[in-house]
């Protein structure tokens, strides 16, 4: 095979769409500026919706226009809300003595799909990245501070990625929860489940055998 | 550890090309110019995830090209170890050991030691400190991988500390907290580098000078230590002081990127003092008590690429040159020669398994 073989002609074709109605291509051009959407996709999205009653396009609209002029941040954890504070901050039967300090929203999501999980989140937005312009300021760690110095609160769990952006992160501010009367830790790191030992990086497995857990077995 | 067929696709001036060696020693000849040398680096790309003259993948790439890919079957420990390595401008680089694609191309580094000798390493002894701290890093990231991730730790850090103070310069403030935070963490990967490049020294200068014992006729004693502030202070304090030094010039002045080897040669410095000759000579031990070492800690064989070692040397000292490289018995060896006529005599009087390629216009004979 070599750079030579000529390209096949559908590329060309696709890359100048040509419509007969602005309407459509303005259409397809709002969906093809979301993320993972190409051209493609947006106009197969658009000529759905063109074959459907027009309802199911109002609904949609709709329902896109209420959650994005609805939704904003839990005024005590930063994470998506309906309301001032949110549902899992609302909820009285979680541990309000515990929180899990995440990076972002997802994160959230990933730990609740666990079911692991009873206590109240923190989102700090990002982690410190001077390269990027992030310090700490551009992140809600102020907040958590006024969160921590509560009576209630007695852990807080950090769990951000293990980068060297997040080592950061955790360093800074668990030196800035010193003063208070909380306990840090910051989640597991080790061997994944259903990994084989062989195939674990040397830094991990290093740092899994040092942090290394008691075996209680038939619990 | 061998490597038994390579090929290239739109890498450098090859179209698709594919080449089957010798277990013991190849030799590429041909003029200048006809991509001799690109072979040598397709080699080492399979071994280090890039090419050895630090250029960008894109100029790697055949002009005009969309992807280059090289495949490499090696045997390392009786084992086949399939490599590939597939770049596509915009994307990720990949890189597949046996059909499954490293996750981090760190992971590779090591696993195929390879050792490259080339006419303009000599910048190793006549540039700055950048270039011995590099050599020292090639060495030590193929013997040990974690010296690497340290290394890669460090290195991050450098630069979002070196990115903070150009931020508190740029904002008229000055956060001595926040710096301190990035401090602490690089104390753990510095103390490792300094640790390891300490013991690396140790153990490779008597290598070094029993090389250079055995390629220079002088009789010259030379030496290389190894220079690093921390070595005798602590590095905490030694940022500490810095402080104000650091927050002016707006990066980090002290550290383990700051740390370089002292080549000499009978107690002279080696580039002030030596002979074009002996330059080369020692540049030329310091690449063999590379592989020397490389092969004691690795327990296997390293690839050894010569390129171009032959130029200026007469037919004597190519012969001695050779007879060394068969006699020490390295592994599997590349080399390349603009004198196809001068290699195989040597070649064929020696009597060894050897294999002679000849290069044209990126398209080989062999």
Redesign the interface.
Known sequence: ???NVPRPPFFPYFCGMNFSSKLIENAVESFAALPGIGRRTALRLVLHLVNQDADKTKDLTESLQKMRSGIRACEVCHNLSDERVCSVCADMRRDRGTICVVENIRDVMAIEETQQYRGLYHVLGGV????E?I??DKLNAQTLMQRAAKDEVKEIIMAISPT??G??TI??LT?NLKDFDVRVSTIARGVSFGGELEYA???TL?RSIVARVPYRAGE | MHLKTLTL??FKNY??QTLAFSERLNCLTGRNGMGKTNVLDAIYYLCMCKSHFGINDRLVM?R???FFRLEGDFVREEKKEKIVAKVIPRKRKEIERNGVVYK?LI?HIGLLPVVMAAPDDTVIAREGSEERRRFLDNTLSQSD??YL?HLV?YN??L???N??LK?FHAERRF?E??LQ??D??MQEPAAFIVKARQQFLENFEPILKENYAAISEDQEGIACVYNSKLLTENFADLLHDAREKDRVLQRTTIGIHKDDLAFKIDAHALKVFASQGQLKSFILALKLAQYEFLRQHKGIAPLLLLDDIFDKLDRGRVRSLINLILEKNYGQTFITDTDENRLQDILSAAGSDFKIFSVDEGTVDG
């Open positions: 095979m070599t750079a410190i990245n001077p390269i312009g310090g700490p060297i952006e080592d950061t360093f800074y030196k990086d040397e830094l290093g | 696709t739109n179209d698709l055949q005009g090209a969309d981090r992971d991988p974690i991730r730790a991050r850090l630069s979002q500390r990115a903070l931020q956060d907290n926040l935070i990035f602490e963490q």
